[in-house]
C-alpha cells in the first residue's frame, strides 16, 4: 500500500492540517489505518509515520483528538510550538514521528517504569541519513528503545533506521548504534534530556538512568503498545477524547465509510502559502552544566544527578558575569 | 546604501550566479563596490556579504575570476561542490561570507603565520542569531579571528556579529562569547579543523596552536587586508587571473560604466526552478578520535597533535570493528 497527503490551510498556523489518503485517494486514518507491521512474519520491521523531518523545529504532530487524526501543529500559549534549538543541535537530530496502530493507554501503569503511558501512538527517532518529508510514511528497523519520563508519563522513544539505509543491514541492536555513529546515542539522551528547558522547564529524566534498552526490549515495547491501541480501537477500553474513527479495521466499531472521511477535509480550508516564520525560530540556546568531574560538594537544588551532567557538548562550567539570553534558563550549580 | 540580488541561473547548478545591484538597480561587484566599512569613524564595524546561511551546506563564494564577482557555487569533481555535515553539526554553523573590499594576496607572506595569502577576500563567520540569506549585506562587529593554515596558505576567519543582535552590545572582545554562548568558539575551531576530512583530506590546522586572537588583532587583519586590496584595485600590484571590474571606486583603472557591468547579467541564463538535490547532502559523517589524554606513545602519523583532538564532540576512542561510511576518513589510532 502506498500512501500521499493532502495539506490543508496554511503551513506554521494554527489551521495547518496534513490529511493522508490511500492509494485510491480515500482519506485514511494515520493512527488507526496504517498497518504497523508492513509483513507479518517480521515484527522488527514497523511502519512509521514522519511528523518532523530531522534539523526542522516545528513541533508537528498526529492529532488524536481530530476525526481522521491529520498532522497538524503543537499550540503553545495560543502560538504554533517551536521546539528550541539547543548548541550545538539544529532542530530534531533524528527524523521523528510514530508507529501507526500503537497506543499508550493513559490507565496502564507500565511495570518497568512505575508510570502510566502519555495517550499517545508510540513515537520513533529514526537515525538513517535521509531527511524524510512530513507525512512520509516509511518502513523502519527497530533498534532499542529510551524510557523517556514526561512530566511523570511514561514515553517510549523507540529508535529504528530506515531500513533503505545502507548502514541498516549493519544496525541490528542498540550496540550497533555507537559502533558506526559514535556520539549519537549520548546526543540523543542529551537532546531529550534539555529540549524543553529553554521553555523554563526543569530537565527531563529517564527509567533505568537514561540507558537504552535493547532490541529485544524495544519489540516487546511495540507489541504491548499495539495491544493497547487493539483494545482502544476495538473498544474493549473507553477512549475518552480520542478520535477513533477509520475506514480499514475490520470490526472496529468506529469504522466508517470513505465519503464520511473524505468529508474532514472538506471541513479544512484550501492549502495556502505557508506563514512566513521570524528568525526567532532559528535561535539557539546554550546550557551552563556543573563541572563534570566530582568538583561539587552539594546536592544540585533542581535534582540534576551529577553523573548525568557529564555531557560532552557542554564542556564549560559556570563562571562569574555569565549572562544568557534567558534568565529562566540559567542554570544554578 | 542598500543593496538587492539578482539571481540567474538554476541554483545548485554550475550555471547558477548571484549578481548584486545598487539602489538604482546597476549591478556592482559585491567584492569592490560595497564599503568595508560603514561608518569611517567606526572601524570595529564592518559590511558582510552573505555567501552561506547557518545551516546550509552549499559552497557559494563571491568569484574572483568572474567579471562583477557574483557568487557562484564552488566546483568539486566538476560537481557543485556541498560541504559535508560532520555530526553534530549541520552545515555551517554560522552565516559566513566575506568582508568586501579585502584581499588576501597571495605575494605577501604574513609575519605571524609564516603563510601567504589565498588571493581571496577576507572570510567572517557571523555568529548572531537570525540566518542570514544568501547575499544579504549586513553590518557586523568584529570580535576576534582565527588563523586557519590552509593547504600551507593564510586563511583568516574574522568572528563578527551582525550589530542589530540583541547580544551585540554584550559581546565586545573575542572572550565574550564563551560567556555568553558557551562551547560555541571551540565548537567553531573543531568544525574547521574537521569539515574536510569526511573528503579524505587532512585535518586543518591553525596558526597560534588553534587560539582565537582578539578584537585589536583582528582589526589589525582586517586593516591589512584593506590595504592590499587597495593595492589590487588600485594596480599598484598585478591583479593576476583576479577580476578589478568596479563601478564606483574612484581612481581605479578598473573602473567601467554601468552599461557594461549591467551587461554581465545578461550573458547568463534567466532564473529557473533551482536543481532538486539528492539526499546524499544532508548525510552525516562521524569521526572517531584519539582518547583523549595521554595514552598515545607513539606520534600520529597522519600529524595529528594529541592536544588537539581533545574534542568535546566525539568523546569515544576507535574500537575493533569500527567501520564507516566513508573508508578514507577512518582515522588511524
Known sequence: MSYSIVERGSRFTMDYRVF?????????????????YPSSSDQSVCNMVVEIPRWSNAKMEISTQEKMNPIKQDVKKEKPRFVKNVFPHHGYIWNYGAFPQTYEDPKITTPDTGCKGDSDPLDVCEIGYKVHPRGS???????????????????????????????????????????????????????FKIYKMPDGKPENTFAFDGEAKNKEYALKVVEECSKQWKDLIGKNVECDSIKCENTTVAGSPYKIENQEANACVENHPALQEAEVLGPEVDKWYYAILPPVEGSLTTPLSTGFKVKSRSSPWFPRSKQDGDEFWQKDFFIMV
Open 20 to 36: 493522508f489518503t490511500d492509494s485510491q485517494q480515500n482519506v485514511i486514518s494515520p493512527f488507526h489505518d496504517i498497518p504497523l
Open 137 to 191: 510514511v516509511i518502513q523502519v528497523k527497530i533498534l532499542g528503545t529510551l524510557a523517556l519520563i514526561d512530566e511523570g508519563e511514561t514515553d517510549w522513544k523507540i529508535l529504528a533506521i530506515d531500513v533503505t539505509d545502507p548502514l541498516a543491514e549493519k544496525l541490528n541492536d542498540i550496540e550497533d548504534i555507537d559502533k558506526h555513529m559514535p556520539g549519537f546515542l549520548k546526543a540523543t539522551v542529551e537532546w
